[in-house]
């Protein structure tokens, strides 16, 4: 876990994670709209350097963010290509009958770096917020803490499947079960089959996790009490909250002007 | 219970219990006292369900047709919500990897205490108190997955025991643990035996269960064959082959020393009854 996204603000070792989680909602939900408001490729890429600035002064872990953007590559070059060869317009490569259209391609990127915002926003988002308080806070806010936990739960759970799906590639590599050499397509083709045992093994850890925690009380009572304090929003978390509507107001009006 | 006082930690009375779609009850008329403070181990065939029996989880969250009764310090399982059983009984299931569901160790130990609005100036005495007596308060902000097996199964009965109950119940909780990991987990239930706390486990290390067992259960066929003391237990049982016992005691029955000894549980006993 010590890699992972979360840990950064579990261990506390950014200033964000001081924030108040609704704080870091606030400005994650301004970033998310201001993705989805323009396909203005400069706006997109001034919310790109943004969200970069705002790791860099967090001192979030910005590796690990690349790797996440590194992950979603592959599917919005996909995208760029497909729009560059469906969308009419000016040619800007042409080879063996099929172009590239210049109005395409731009699209494609729009798109690309759509997906780069949104990938950064929530990348930033869960390397700030300490995922207890984070379920902390949704509970005071009106949502059950049985669905306020999941997110803690999630954490820890899928881990632990990717987990089982590795100790059953290697069971399956050890009786001759090739899957590590073949292309990406006959990679996925292959690793279907482990998908029932997978499954059997998913439901019987969560089976087993459920009980372990009916056994500690979870849902005893509506109200809980709690071990994280979380403090109530300061200065700082007004002038996040000031910025991220300043921002959002501005980013719409130039979307709209552009 | 008809105006009979119940003293016991945990009393059966007549306990059957068959599994939904299975045509034979795996547990048959059960009677059991277990008192205040005492260790039991259970061996045989469908001991788990016993232990499932006894910490109210049949017939609470397992489906299945119950009989006869279940008392804890005097509450009926059926009747009891497993929210005030929890408070009197903790649970400690086979594998730790389980029981630890939040991101560190000092959150998997609050969690029950936050379930049953424990408040937090106690939280924190409590979770002060159960780390220092599994060893792990170096540990209580390490992520629950960077721990060692013994490790986890300690932050496991860590987290069972910040709710205090009064009795543990223990499923094979070294069966996925090395000699060192299974060394580490006996040494917190001794200690915890010594504290007054009611034991009752499953555990197939005969070595670890001699010394520390009060008495020790034999499940047969869904009937308790054999209820004694570890050295009684052995005795009676010494031809059966199903049964593990501590190398010292089969030792001793192969060749036992001249005149009359006591049946050695430890290699202490052992050196005495061979005059080493």
Known sequence: MAGSIYAHALEGRTPLAR??????????????????????????????????????????????????LLLVL????????????????EALLSIGGLSLSREGVLLGLAITVRVANLALATTNFFASVHPVRLSMTLTRIGLPFKYAYTTVLALRFLPLVLGDLRNIQNAQKARGYDIERKNLFVRVVKIMPLMAPLIVTVLRRAHSIALAMDLRAFGAFPERTWWEEVASPGRADWAVWSLSVLLLTGYLLLGFTL | ???????????????SFRYSRAPEPVLKGIDLEIEPGCCVAVWGSAKSTLLMALGGVIPHLISGHMEGEVLVEGLDTHSTPLRELAKRVGIVLQDPENQLFNLTVEHDVVFGMENLRVPREEMGRRLERVLDLVGLTPLRHRPSSQLSGGQKQRASIAAVLAVEPKILILDEPTRE??????????????????????????????????PLADRVLFLDDGRVSVDASPRQFYCELREDTRIRMPQVTEAFFRAPPPGEQDV????????????G
């Open chain 1, 19 to 68: 924030l108040h989680p609704v704080t870091a909602m606030v400005w994650t939900a301004a970033m998310v709209v201001m993705s989805f408001a323009s396909l203005d490729l400069r706006l997109g890429l001034g919310l790109v350097v943004l969200q970069i600035g705002v790791a860099l002064i967090g001192r979030l872990p910005l590796r690990q963010i690349f790797v996440v």
């Open chain 1, 74 to 89: 592959p599917l919005t070059l996909f995208i760029t290509v497909i729009q560059g060869l469906a969308r009419p317009g």
């Open chain 2, 1 to 15: 219970m008809n105006g009979e006082e119940i003293t016991g930690a945990i009393t059966t009375r007549n306990l």
């Open chain 2, 177 to 210: 643990l090395d000699p060192l990991g299974t060394e580490e987990v006996f040494r917190v239930l001794r200690r915890l035996k010594e504290d007054g706390v009611t034991i009752v486990l499953v555990e197939n290390d005969p070595g670890q269960i001699a």
């Open chain 2, 264 to 275: 050695p549980l430890t290699v202490e006993e052992g050196e005495r009854a061979y005059g």
